[in-house]
């Protein structure tokens, strides 16, 4: 028997710094060893990614062939363009592979492929050897030893990891490389379907990757650029590669104050250049930085610091357990996980824009089915309401009126990141904050805009600002006013990334629709309903009114999360499963709660749906002077029951009539 033939099939894990299924390859003593990334389909048209993420996982991948390179100049990272499920079986016969190694992963559909790998694999008689290497602990190990149940709280995952024992450190890079074997294919490629394209809004010209064959177009296995994906070009700073990650690192290693004292909580959300914390999370995600790396690096400073360090949840390690408390709650979950209908531990609440439901066995939504989506015009979600359509268009593009969140959309277009407090805000603001709108709507956006997008912890974050599982303080609001000014009185972070705003005066900076009319067209800016970005009027920059009172649609907000608690619904209830949830929730009640017939999983019966007919007819508007974080008063209780009103008087209702079709 020969020596063994190895195929290292890279994923999330573009590093040759401690990666244990990197040593477990090299620890076979291959004849040849194959660096290979498959081009999947399914991220390039299934999954929502913008062109900064694309940029950044291009960044790892040439730093990564290059690393490899500088090791064994015969080898680089091999990058395919086809399926892994249809490309391996070819693979492991052409290039008479005897073992395939990789990293587990936890997200949903990866499981799901790795599972047909392994299984193809079998039948070829090709080897499958497996390590953990994306998270501290084994997520399914946390999970076991929290009694087989999701990890929800931070305390659960440090009681279950004392339960496994230490971290393990840290290992070396390899200092040598087998060389690839052969690399001469003579098998044809299996193009993909393109449609549905959910990335078809992100680009600006026909996706061209799979069309020069499985090797690319030079035939030397390439790593794609933005031009072949036909993407918009990026306009993030941040780049990836773990070059740059272990540099980042290293800098904050260095500065031990910074590391032992680092307490989430306290680090300014309205930071830029730099930024309050370390921004370490899209190579994390990439695997360009290990996370055993950051873990024992920033610990090993902690306990030399002594003391006066911080200790999780709120320090630089304790952020690390939060990771792994969602990646360990997507593993005992699986699928149902990214989407309330079918998930036992996530609240039910009647939001508006509920997700269309693509099959009810098991209860799937359309945005977390494989294969499912569509074009921009093919929403994956139901239109209950114009108005919160409208709340929904705004918020996503910085045009609230309420410049603490805009600003932060705004960047998070740009640059594809913003502070995890920033997040907090306008995660809040779109759902329990404001705008009652599903969870799953923002969570959508975030999956498309951030570069360090990890699904387990987008779902897990999104389902804890919303209230819905994870967290169940809904009473506490962030306003959109009163936070940002404790930490940015003098408003530089939204006067960088809402210019038009940039000569307010600093009183009015949060609440520009409170200044008088003199002191705006100095500042060069105009109020205007509904302005849309990049609009002018008389030479000023127009910004928009604030499209609601603050203050009467928190209080709407929270009327409407208190009544979702007293009803007590999850969404794998029999009620929310079968539609009849509308029987225990007022006809006044926010949300589609009229009538006593629903959908499944919160949506509405199809003659519900908005037409897209209804217009606005110019009442004003106004926003509210909102200056607290939390609605109650001292020695104040939550609300006994759900405000009603008339229900055909909305939040925005009033400002709203329908034209003749």
Avoid at 283 to 311: I, M, N, P
Avoid at 524 to 533: I, S
Wanted: overall charge neutral; aromatic content about 10%; charged content about 25%.
């Amino acid at each position: 028997m020969g020596k063994p033939r190895v195929i290292y099939w890279f994923r999330t894990d573009l590093r040759l710094h401690d990666s244990p299924a990197l040593q477990a390859a090299l620890d076979l003593k291959p004849e040849c060893l194959y660096p290979v990334w498959t081009w999947d389909p399914h991220y390039v048209y299934r999954a929502r990614v913008g062109p900064n993420r694309w940029q950044f996982l291009i960044d790892c991948q040439n730093d990564l062939s290059q690393s490899i390179t500088k090791i064994n100049k015969k080898s680089k990272l091999h990058v395919l363009r086809e399926a892994p499920q249809t490309l391996f079986p070819k693979l492991f016969k052409a290039w008479e592979i005897s073992h395939i190694v990789f990293e587990t992963e936890t997200d949903a559909y990866a499981r799901d492929r790795d599972s047909q790998i392994v299984a193809l694999a079998k039948k070829a008689g090709v080897n499958v050897i497996t390590k953990i290497g994306r998270t501290l602990y084994d997520p399914d190990a946390l999970v076991k030893q929290n009694g087989g149940k999701p990890t929800m709280s931070i305390n659960q995952v440090m009681h279950a990891g004392e339960k496994l024992g230490e971290i393990p450190r840290p290992i070396p890079p390899p200092k040598s490389l087998p060389d690839p074997g052969d690399t001469n294919l003579d098998i044809e490629q299996e193009r993909p379907d393109a449609n549905p394209d959910v990335n078809a809004v992100q680009r600006n010209n026909e996706e061209r990757s799979y069309s020069s064959g499985i090797a690319g177009p030079n035939s030397d296995f390439s790593v794609p650029t933005l031009e072949e994906l036909g993407i918009k070009p990026a306009t993030s700073p941040h780049r990836g590669g773990e070059t740059q990650a272990l540099a980042a690192l290293d800098k904050i290693i260095k500065n031990e104050q910074y590391t032992a004292t680092f307490a989430k909580p306290n680090t300014a959300p309205t930071d830029f250049e730099p930024q309050s914390t370390t921004l370490l999370s899209p190579h994390l995600h990439f695997g360009s930085l290990s996370v055993r790396e950051f873990y024992w690096r920033a610990q090993d400073v902690v306990s030399k610091f002594g003391s006066k360090a911080t200790q999780p949840p709120t320090s630089l390690t304790g952020q690390l357990l939060f990771r792994d408390m969602y990646f360990a709650a997507q593993a005992a979950l699986g699928h149902s996980f990214a989407q309330t209908v079918g998930n036992d531990h996530c609240r039910f609440v009647p939001w508006h824009l509920p997700s269309r439901i693509a099959s009810d066995k098991p209860p799937t939504t359309v945005g977390n089915a494989d294969n499912e989506g569509g074009a921009e015009d093919a929403k994956d979600y139901q239109v209950d309401s114009t108005e919160a359509e409208e709340y929904f268009r705004r918020w996503k593009n910085g045009i609230t009126g309420f410049p603490w969140i805009d600003a932060l959309m705004r960047q998070l277009k740009a640059e594809g990141w913003i502070h995890h407090l920033g997040r907090h805000a306008v995660a809040c603001f779109l759902t329990r904050g404001g705008c009652y709108v599903s969870w799953e709507r923002g969570a959508s956006v975030f999956e498309e805009w951030l570069i360090d997008h990890e699904v387990a912890c987008n779902i897990g974050n999104w389902q804890w600002l919303s209230c819905t599982a994870f967290y169940a303080q809904f009473y506490r609001c962030y306003s959109p006013i009163a936070f940002p000014k404790k930490w940015d009185k003098q408003g530089a972070f939204v006067r960088k990334y809402v210019p038009e705003l940039a000569n307010v005066p600093e009183k009015y900076i949060y609440e520009p629709s409170k200044a008088p009319i003199q002191d705006l067209k100095k500042a060069g800016v105009a109020l205007k309903k509904d302005a849309e970005l990049g609009d002018e009027e008389g030479g000023l920059n127009c910004y928009p009114k604030p499209m609601f009172d603050f203050n009467e649609r928190r209080q709407i907000c929270i009327d409407g999360l208190k009544m979702a608690y007293d009803v007590g619904l999850y969404g794998n209830s029999k009620k929310v499963l079968d539609g009849s949830w509308r029987e225990l929730f007022p006809d006044s009640g926010e949300g589609p709660t009229k009538g006593k017939k629903g959908g499944m999983g919160g949506t509405v019966q199809e003659h519900e749906e908005a037409t897209g007919h209804e217009e606005f007819d110019g009442k004003k508007h106004d926003g509210g002077d909102e200056d607290r974080e939390t609605p109650k008063k001292k020695g104040e209780s939550s609300p006994k029951q759900a405000r009603k009103r008339n229900a055909s008087k909305g939040s925005m209702d009033q400002f709203v009539k329908k034209s003749k079709q």
